[in-house]
């Protein structure tokens, strides 16, 4: 399922449109994605947890050339399912 398709089915589930679904689409992304810019989790009960997630530096290998290359630590996001999303996708 595309984007699209989840905004339409949104529209149709709440009889709204298509424009104002988008736009409620969006501001609950928005507000995942600024949470996690500040490290916060997000937690939707009975759906999942997102967080951020750190990884430490460490030496890696260029596939192409065999050389070693520093990869420097990073965050990433994460997403953890909960309980009912689980039962749900068995």
Do not use: C, H, Y
């Not at 709440?14 to 997000?42: H, P, Q």
């Not at 937690?43 to 260029?62: C, D, E, H, K, W």
């Not at 965050?75 to 749900?88: D, I, M, S, T």
């Amino acid at each position: 399922m595309t984007k699209q398709e989840l905004i339409e089915k949104i529209a149709m589930e709440i009889d709204v449109s298509k424009k104002k679904a988008g736009e409620a689409f969006n501001a609950v992304l928005d507000g995942i994605r600024l949470s996690l810019e500040k490290d916060e989790k997000v937690t939707l009960v009975g759906f999942g947890t997102f967080s951020v997630a750190r990884r430490a530096a460490r030496t890696g290998v260029n596939p192409a050339t065999g050389a070693k290359i520093n990869i420097p630590a990073t965050k990433v996001p994460k997403f953890k399912p909960g309980k009912k999303l689980k039962e749900a996708v068995k």
